[in-house]
Structures are given as C-alpha cells and as structure tokens.
C-alpha cells in the first residue's frame, strides 16, 4: 500500500486546507485511515481517524475544529481543517492500518507527509 498526502501549505490563522491522501490498493475500503502530525522536536501525535465503516475520532485539539472523511470509489482520504492555529503547524502524515488508533505503532503503511505552517 503506498499512501501519498497533497494539499499542505502556507495559512494564515483562522484559515483552512483541504489535506487528501491518495492509497495505491484495491483493499482500500477495508481499511482504517488516520492522520497524524509532527511538530519539530515533539512526538508524532493522532490528530483523526476514520475506519472502514465510517466511524470517525477526533483529538481533542481538533475536534470541532477538523473534519476526516473518505471517498472509497476515489481511495483518498480527507482531511478538511478549519480555524487553524499556530499550534496546528506541523508536518501531516496519512497512515493506514486495521484498526483507528491513537499510538502510530499500530498502523502499517505511512504517506511521506505534507507541511502545513499557519502563521500568526
């Protein structure tokens, strides 16, 4: 499975993007997807999930504020992320796996990610 991100870039705050994630399988519909990210110098942290039947998770630095979803005719993930924030500058990585979890130990197949910087 190869996973490819687009849709990064440079916003300014109380902006939005659009992340997608496109997977290279034809098992895409039966797996789980979920975006992560990575500030400088911190730990990959789960941002959101969405499983193969549709059930989303949120972090709760995003909740309210980000919205997952999927086309399985497309194999692309969605990422749509409203009201950014400085903190939410970070590099995105879509990761495939067999179950939403929060740990990044859990998921088998990594995109190469995507920057997204907000300024203030």
């Known amino acids: 499975v190869q996973l490819v991100e687009s849709g990064g870039g440079l916003v300014q705050a109380g902006g939005s993007l659009r992340l997608s994630c496109a997977a290279s399988?034809?098992?895409?519909?039966?797996?789980?997807m979920s975006w992560f990210r990575q500030a400088p110098g911190k730990e990959r942290e789960f941002v959101a999930g969405?499983?193969?039947?549709?059930?989303?998770s949120y972090a709760d630095s995003v909740k309210d504020r980000f919205t997952i979803s999927r086309d399985n005719r497309k194999d692309t993930v969605f990422l749509l992320m409203n009201t950014l924030k400085p903190t939410d500058t970070a590099v995105y990585y879509c990761?495939?796996?067999?179950?939403?979890?929060?740990?990044?130990?859990?998921?088998?197949?990594w995109g190469q990610g995507t920057q997204v910087t907000v300024s203030s």
């Open positions: 990761a495939a796996g067999t179950a939403v979890a929060t740990s990044p130990d859990e998921y088998d197949y």
């Open positions: 969405i499983s193969w039947s549709g059930g989303v």
């Open positions: 399988t034809q098992t895409f519909s039966s797996l789980d």
